[in-house]
């Protein structure tokens, strides 16, 4: 995958490009279908399926979201244990999708819950650039975000806030405005593409994917359900207010298994 989008990054105008695979070659058109020189084993055909459609970096960019869920749409226990909904399978994926992406994006709330690395560590690939929103600076130095020097982090603000303050515990803020208490996150994706960051993989948590989700800056989200009903807690995607069935959103549906997880990567490009 890694030289699917090297390939794809020193061509970006190409329809397709060819990589090696195993003895052979494998060639990539640009929305991920492929197509083998050679049979491949079942296990590689999924992850090409899955995967390549990730590898060609877009014009415009690229805003994936993930969340693991338990069948009852819950991402963590009530007061935010969510180690782990999902399991082994489901966090290498994670790692793979950090390794294909710019930068990987929180909330303050999923700092403060699992004091995440957001670090490729499962997998080859090069860590992307932390991204935290956090409107009002209110996170403490001692989330490893911070202070492990893995990889750069940037913290995003309200403006009013980064005027006042550019940088956080060593890393740089940068201020987008915001509507009430939301910060927009269409001007989030315009100040990271102004820097070349174009890819991004928002984990979480909820509230956050459910911003971009709302805002119609998602080009896919990708649910992973495990098999398990936590019962309370917290949940995944939520939009604040009574949505009529008729504005629910329908995207276009992969299904992939992913150990005892089923992935749903959803489509609203299509
Ligand atoms: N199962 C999974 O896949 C998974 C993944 C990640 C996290 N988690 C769990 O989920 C929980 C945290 O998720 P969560 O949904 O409660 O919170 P969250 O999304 O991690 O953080 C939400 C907070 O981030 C800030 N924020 C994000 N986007 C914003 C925007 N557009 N405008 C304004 N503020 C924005 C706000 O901070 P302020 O409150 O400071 O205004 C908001 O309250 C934790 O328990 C974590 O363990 C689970």
Redesign the pocket.
Known sequence: MLATRAAFAAQPEAKSISVPLGTGSLSVAAQGDWQASAPVEYEIALQLDLYLPYCQPRRRGLAVA????SLDGR???EN????W??GEADLLHCHRMRALADVVI?????????D?QLTVRRCDGRNPVRVV????L?LTDRHSVFRDGAATTLVIA?QEYAKRRGEMHGSEVLGVP?TG?????SA?RAALGQRGLSVLFI??????????LEAGCLDRLQI?IAPMIIGSG???VAIAGDRPLDRAFRPRIRRFNLGADTLFDCDFDG
Do not use: K, M, N, Y
């Open positions: 993930h969340i693991g869920q991402i963590a226990t935010g244990e969510s180690r909904v999902t929180v909330g303050t709330r999923t700092v403060q819950a699992d995440p929103i956090d409107p009002e209110s309200a915001r208490r939301t910060l927009s996150v989030i984990e979480g948590g909820g509230i956050t994917i459910s911003h971009f992973t917290r949940f995944g």
